[in-house]
């Protein structure tokens, strides 16, 4: 998806063909994701970040596709601003505040994977921890306690800020997300909302290719693959 | 016929762009400041005759205010709904 002020867009693309498959920008003008297996909503600022992060671009016109894909069950990705986007369209429980200490953070974080329920974390090994940067001013994920107790008791959290060893703990947590939320989805689980940018890490020229396997997992789901089948890869 | 909207933070949601102001107004001497909330208003001028009070409350709940983390009023015409 490209709408005006994304600026993760082309980082998201390569992502999907460094993973082996193929990718298409689609403009948010647009009606149809007819013929696509998985979108993903990338970073950036849409719309200027009027309003709210999200608020405006969520009424593009593609949206209607998007939410359709997203109740057919297949995978929808929307990493930082699309993060912002997919939980003010509804499609994800939950808001985005500003960041706790009012800073935009750009720095590598520690991830602990918390479920693999998600296709994006379906190949990938429970408990394990990943290095992906994360580039916000507003990513403090809030949630009420009811919602907060829902999340947890399905599974819907699938990312948690942690340390490099995987200690999930306050001091590892960059923005003030309620506890250490850095990603979560529907309760289907083929929504997936998360503030880093795996597509930043997806090539070892970049920093590393942690991100890479959220890409190749989803690969791997569509192509109905084993789960946990990158573990050793 | 205009419409003025107030949103502000729900009780309970952090608001560290307060906090900061509250801590500035604080170190610039003026004491007995309790607490800051940051909102917004919306103006909206109308057509008259075309939305009425109805309509404007669906743009708060769809468009201008998130109701996850914010509250909305709104005043038409200078009267407090």
């Known amino acids: ?233 | 016929m205009k419409a003025t909207v107030y949103v502000t933070l729900k009780n309970g949601i952090a608001d560290p762009q307060g906090l900061a102001v509250r801590n500035a107004l604080d170190s610039m001497g003026f004491d007995g400041v309790k607490r800051v909330r940051i909102g917004k208003i919306i103006e909206i001028e109308l057509e008259d005759g075309c939305l009425d009070e109805t309509k404007v409350e669906e743009m708060c709940r769809s468009l201008l205010a998130n109701t996850v983390m914010e509250d909305f009023t709104f005043e038409m015409s200078g009267e407090k709904r």
């Not at chain 1, 390569?14 to 647009?30: D, K, L, P, R």
């Not at chain 1, 992060?53 to 016109?61: K, L």
């Not at chain 1, 601003?81 to 720095?107: M, S, W, Y």
């Open chain 1, 1 to 233: 998806m490209v709408f005006p002020g994304s600026n993760c867009d082309l980082d998201a693309y390569h992502a999907v063909i460094e993973a082996g498959e193929e990718a298409s920008y689609v403009w948010h003008m647009e009606k149809s994701l007819e013929g696509f297996d998985a979108v993903i909503l990338p970073g950036g600022f849409s719309y200027g970040d009027y309003l709210r992060c999200g608020a405006i671009a969520r009424f593009s016109p593609i949206m209607a596709s998007v939410r359709e894909m997203a109740e057919s069950g297949r995978p929808v990705l929307g990493i930082c601003n699309g993060f912002q986007i997919l939980t003010e369209a509804g499609l994800l429980p939950g808001v985005l505040l500003r960041n706790r200490d009012l800073k935009f953070i750009c720095k590598n974080v520690f991830l602990r994977v918390e479920s693999t329920a998600s296709p994006f974390t379906k190949a990938l090994e429970s408990r394990s921890v990943l290095k992906i940067p994360v580039a916000h001013g507003d990513g403090n994920y809030f949630v009420d306690g009811e919602t907060l107790w829902s999340l947890e008791e399905n599974g819907q959290v699938i990312f948690r800020y942690c340390s490099a060893d995987g200690e999930v703990a306050p001091q590892f947590n960059p923005n003030g997300s309620v506890s250490n939320i850095a990603g979560v989805s529907n309760a289907r689980g083929n929504v997936l909302g998360m503030m880093p940018h795996p597509e930043r890490v997806c090539e070892e020229i970049t920093g590393g290719t942690d991100g890479l396997l959220l890409f190749k997992s989803m690969i791997s789901f569509l192509k109905g693959g084993m789960a946990g089948e990158l573990v050793n890869s």
